[in-house]
């Protein structure tokens, strides 16, 4: 069994999440439930749970001051939040999973489904020191990005990249040191992460961080040659807008 812990200053949310996991998730047992971020902390303490249900919002602060309390986070995360823009995109760079209120049924299942997957990979506390880095910031593009691999999680910091490459339903991403890291997420998803961070999608198969532009060269349709010498191409659509931002530079 999964033993869980809720952390909810609702107590309609709460019933409401232990309803549905009592409905729907027959292998997770709720052991313990706090109100507030204290009490939570304690709670976990004493508890020791395979996985917490942290509501963002609390009254006495942030969900978030609950992991700043532990040197060793040694238990899984889901978030439960409202629509908090800042908050989700923090989570979303450090790779780890939300559920949004009202809670439903088949995203607590996913969301689970992930939990049980990326609890047997290794060096999983990276990627709540990731998060926490990046709560602390406080600014539109967190500082540390997390890439999964089916084998590891990779920190980087967005400089660290020079370009992201599709590969069907994986992503390729390049680094400044050289290294190629296959991650099992979308070109789609790393486009919505890095938009705030001075990437390019110039192409359907292309994502380009614009600091590591060396060349535009207009002729053949259009390609930009990177600072490590690879070319990427530039779709018809995107010509005018790769055009004036280099023009701008």
Known sequence: MIRAVIVEDEAVSFKLLQKILTDNC????????????????????????????????????????????????????IFVTAHDQYAIKAIKWSALDYILKPVNPEDLKAALAKFKKSAKMPANQLRHTALIENIKEKKNSPNKIVLPTNEEYHIVSPDEIIRCQSDNYYTNIF???????????????????????????????????????????????????????????????????????????
């Open 26 to 77: 027959k292998d997770v047992e709720v052991v313990g439930y706090a109100e507030s971020s204290k009490r939570a902390i304690d709670l976990i303490k004493v508890l020791n749970p395979d996985i917490i249900f942290l509501d963002i919002q609390m009254q006495d602060g942030s969900g978030f001051t609950v992991l700043e309390a532990f040197d060793q986070i040694d238990f899984g995360i």
């Open 175 to 249: 680094l400044t040191n050289g290294k190629k890291v296959l991650v099992s997420k979308t070109l789609k998803e790393y486009e919505q992460l890095l938009s705030d961070s001075g990437f390019l999608r110039t192409h359907n198969s292309h994502l380009i961080n614009i600091k590591y532009i060396k060349t535009f060269v207009r002729l053949e349709g259009g390609y930009i040659v990177m600072t490590d010498d690879k070319i990427v191409p530039v779709s018809r659509r995107k010509k005018n807008e790769v055009l004036e931002l280099i023009s701008n530079m």
